[in-house]
Each structure stands twice: as C-alpha cells, then as structure tokens.
C-alpha cells in the first residue's frame, strides 16, 4: 500500500470521526442529551451504527470528541508558531485558531462573528449532563499534558517541571472560564473576545518559565 493510499484512507477516517462528533453535538444541542440515541447520531451523519461504534463507545464520548480533538491541536498550532514568537502571543494564537469558531455556532458551517443564542442555550444544557462532564474532563486532562510538553520544547524546560505544567494548567482554566462566561453572558458576545481577555489576564500576571 502506498503512502498516499495510507494518507487518505487517515483522511476519510478523521473526516468521519468529525462528522459523527458534529452529528452527536447537533442533535444533543437540539433534543438534549438524553433525547438523543447513537443510532441516531449514525444516521444524521450518514453512516452505520457499526460504523459508530468503531469510532466512539458512547454518545457522551462522540458529544465531546470535538473538543477533544480541537483541545489537543492547541499544542500542535503552538508548535507551528514561529520560534521568536513571545510565549503568551504564540499561546493566544493557537488558542484562537484551534477553539473560538466552533462553539459560537458556526461548526462546521465557517466562522460565526455573531454568537446564536438558541445554540449557547442548547451547548450550556448540554454540558450539563454528568456523563459528558465525565469525557470533558478527560479530554482536558490530555489536553493539558500535550500542551505542556509543547511549551516546554519552546521553553527548553522538561514537560514535568513547574514552569510548563503551571503554564498549561492556567491556559486551561482560562478556557473553561470563558467557555463558562461565553455561556452565561446576556447579551451573548464572541468567544473568541472572551479567549483574548482571560489570556491576555494570564500574559499580564503569570511568569514565563
């Protein structure tokens, strides 16, 4: 098998992971989480309930596959940054690149400047349920440890020492402070304003390793 053939066979299966994960999101931001079964998270994305299964166990881990996934390429972006970029501004960017679009209600439509309230409502509902909370918290985890491993490559410190760990630990409180604002603020305002905000709130008080 050639290496194209292995590159896009990789291609067709992340594109059907993210079909299926926007799937589940969908329906559970329309119908709730327990209104939604895996069959029918196969079914809007078009593929068999086998097929499902291979991919994800449980709804609750197909609802949060896309922050996971999302969460753990912060650190790939971070990497991508230029090397004489400063720490904080590399961090914002690949924060921005990686995890504003998708959660004020463009998905997989494009960008949204305007945040959609239905949407905001159906997200806060949804992460709501103990299941899901469960899975976003193991994503975050791994998430984390992928971002301190990439900023201590760009610091040259260990991934283990304080300076790194405390560093990534803070970027993701501060994402799930503003994930946390973006839900609550009325009237709705972006994510992504809400992401520069607590980052540039970290840049100004937080020590670079």
């Known amino acids: 098998m050639t290496r194209g053939t292995d590159g896009l066979r990789e291609r067709k299966k992340r594109a059907t992971r993210i079909a299926l994960s926007w799937a589940a999101i969908r329906l559970a931001v329309e119908h709730g989480v327990d209104g939604v079964r895996v069959e029918d998270i196969a079914e809007s994305a078009g593929v068999s309930l086998r097929t499902f299964r291979n991919y994800f166990s449980s709804k609750?881990?197909?609802?949060?596959a896309r922050h996971a996934d999302r969460a753990m390429l912060i650190a790939e972006e971070l990497r991508a940054r230029p090397a004489d970029e400063p720490l904080w501004t590399a961090i914002t960017a690949a924060v921005l690149a990686r995890f504003a679009v998708d959660l004020?209600?463009?998905?997989?439509?494009?960008?949204?400047?305007?945040?959609?309230?239905?949407?905001?409502?159906?997200?806060?509902?949804?992460?709501?349920?103990?299941?899901?909370?469960?899975?976003?918290?193991?994503?975050?985890?791994?998430?984390?440890?992928?971002?301190?491993?990439?900023?201590?490559?760009?610091?040259?410190?260990?991934p283990n020492e304080i300076g790194p760990q405390l560093v990534a630990a803070a970027v993701g409180a501060a994402l799930t402070v503003a994930t946390d604002q973006w839900m609550r603020t009325d009237p709705p305002t972006s994510l992504a304003a809400l992401l520069r905000e607590v980052l540039q709130r970290l840049e100004s008080g937080l020590p670079i390793p």
């Open 60 to 64: 609750a881990e197909a609802i949060a």
């Open 104 to 158: 004020d209600g463009a998905g997989e439509r494009g960008t949204s400047t305007e945040p959609d309230q239905q949407w905001i409502a159906g997200v806060r509902l949804m992460v709501s349920d103990p299941a899901l909370q469960g899975e976003l918290q193991k994503a975050n985890a791994a998430a984390q440890a992928a971002l301190a491993e990439a900023i201590a490559e760009r610091t040259a410190t260990g």
